[in-house]
């Protein structure tokens, strides 16, 4: 099993695991090499030969432009190189791939894009600590109008591969190619969207690198948990299955809750009951056969409410009226420490004293804002207030709160209270939709109730929530993310059986 396999890495950590791979012996002119390689052969997995660019800046970013020209060169495609800096100023790893080239050389300020079909932003990477400027901006401008192909080597450069975000001016991108683990950028909004397909290739760094380098977050992914429940013990009943609660809101306000009930039920929580007042029971009751409706006290501590419906885990807030009595009941329900979810009204209702909530949460608390919701609660932490990217803010959050916190987005970010982050893709846009939301605390709430920790049944859900997503057609809705549930549990399940089955027969294989 290779190293951390689903790490993500700021630019200084991959610096550390370069550093890493040069102490065991792989020089930074191999891993140049192999990272110019693995570039060029992507482009011509993709790509028939054609006019290319290959733009080289003056650091090691564009040391592997140097080599990918050498390599399509090879390949017998016509290629042109344009250098930011005089080839008699780059030194180190650089200096020697430019040596390889031996062709002639172009000055950037003489390459127009529409002469070329394809071009090879090889200008700045991780080494990128301004907006850019002069010939690189003038380009990176001309490539928002531009039709041919662009491809960027490590990150399109003007975006900064740490923070995720644009200042000034970035290529417009249609692939890029980064090296031995995702970055930032190649996952967090915006930067995302702005690199185009990603392709991540190996480069010959050695397993250990994780020793001298550490990842900020993770991405993902199956291989870090079990779907809960995905095995049922042959004696289990409704009840050792696990007894899920959720809040509901009055009459006519009941169809959040019902859904996260639902995701519930799909999750595989044996028994799960809707609790509301009297007043919507029987439009709660009505909506299906399976839902249990539950009248509670209005005056009664949530807290004993919940202990008497013996919940294993509870979900608060899918479309529970924000008011007083709200956040007692939060409070209440906190004081009982079961595992729970607290999601849109449960999180909004503390927009004027966050540290109430604070105070209340605990380890097994699960909080789902979305971005109105994550500024309400922590208005220092949002993108404006705060230099640092999604991950250190989700970070901070939970480290403030003491609970798990899932921001979110088409980027969505996990964060534990002990520092681990874990940064979520596999999704879908169709899932912008109204009560997709509110599925996915019920699928949260579910994982709960059956007994997984807290970080593992957020990224489980998440992640199943998202294949669901992506199982989509046109026109879905949160109705058609949960009919589509039960395929993405199976399918996320059987992969993992799978996988396991594989590993048991031959341990060595990834
Ligand atoms: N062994 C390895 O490490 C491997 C690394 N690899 C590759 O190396 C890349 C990282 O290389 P890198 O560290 O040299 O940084 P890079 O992005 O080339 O730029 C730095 C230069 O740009 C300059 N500069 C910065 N911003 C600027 C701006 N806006 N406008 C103008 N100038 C600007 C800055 O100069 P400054 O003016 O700040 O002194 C400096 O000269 C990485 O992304 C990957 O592709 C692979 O080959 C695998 C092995
Ligand atoms: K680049």
Avoid at 291 to 317: C, K, T
């Amino acid at each position: 099993m290779s190293d951390q396999p689903h790490a993500i890495l700021t630019a200084s950590a991959m610096g550390e695991a370069d550093s890493f791979a040069v102490s065991q012996g792989v020089s930074g002119q191999v891993l140049m090499r192999n990272a110019g390689e693995a570039a060029a052969r992507t482009i011509l997995r993709n790509w028939a030969p054609r006019e290319a660019a290959v733009l080289c800046g003056p650091g090691n970013n564009g040391g592997d432009g140097w080599i990918i020209a050498q390599r399509l060169r090879d390949e017998g495609w016509p290629v042109r190189v344009f250098t930011l800096a005089q080839v008699s100023g780059l030194s180190g790893d650089a200096a020697w791939a430019a040596a390889g080239w031996g062709g002639p050389v172009h000055p950037l300020g003489d390459c127009r894009l529409s002469d070329h079909a394809l071009i090879v932003d090889a200008l700045f990477g991780a080494g990128l600590n301004r907006p850019l400027e002069g010939e690189a901006a003038r380009l990176a401008q001309d490539s928002q109008g531009y039709d041919g192909v662009c491809v960027a080597v490590d990150t399109p450069s003007g975006l900064s591969g740490d923070r995720a975000a644009v200042q000034g001016v970035v290529f417009r991108t249609d692939l890029t190619v980064t090296f031995h683990r995702y970055k930032p950028a190649h996952l967090l909004s915006p930067g995302r969207a702005l690199c185009g397909q990603v392709v991540l290739c190996g480069i010959g760094i050695p397993d250990g690198w994780s020793k001298q380098a550490t990842p900020c977050a993770t991405l993902n992914h199956p291989d870090l948990w079990r779907v809960p429940g995905a095995r049922i013990d042959p004696d289990a009943h409704k009840h050792s299955r696990g007894r899920l609660c959720v809040l509901a809101g009055g009459r006519g306000a009941t169809g959040a809750a019902r859904l996260a009930a639902r995701a519930g039920q799909i999750g595989g929580a044996g028994f799960v009951t809707v609790l509301s007042g009297q007043g919507a029971l029987n439009e709660i009751a009505s909506s299906s056969e399976s839902l249990v409706a539950r009248q509670y006290e209005a005056d009664a501590p949530f807290g004993d409410v919940l202990e008497d419906h013996r919940a294993s885990a509870a979900v608060m807030g899918p479309g529970a009226g924000i008011g007083p009595r709200l956040k007692a009941q939060v409070r209440s329900a906190c004081g009982l420490k079961i595992p729970l979810v607290l999601d849109a009204d449960a999180l909004s209702v503390f927009e004027d004293a966050p540290d109430a909530l604070f105070e209340s949460l605990h380890a097994d608390c699960v909080l789902t804002p979305h971005g109105g919701e994550f500024a309400r609660l922590f208005p220092d932490l949002t993108e404006t207030a705060h230099a640092g990217n999604k991950i250190e803010r989700t970070r901070e959050a939970a480290r403030r709160c003491g609970a798990v916190v899932v921001f979110k987005g088409a980027d969505t970010v996990i964060a534990a209270p002990d520092g681990e982050a874990w940064v979520n893709v596999h999704a879908s846009a169709r899932l912008a939709t109204a009560g997709t939301g509110d599925v996915l605390a019920g699928l949260i709430g579910a994982f709960l109730a059956q007994g997984a920790p807290a970080h593992e049944a957020a990224c489980a859900a998440v992640y199943v929530h998202g294949d669901a997503g992506r199982r989509l057609g046109p026109g879905g809705t949160a109705d058609t993310v949960l009919a589509q549930l039960p395929q993405a549990l199976d399918a996320v399940s059987q992969a993992q059986f799978r996988k396991a089955a594989v590993q048991r027969l031959n341990p060595h294989m990834v």
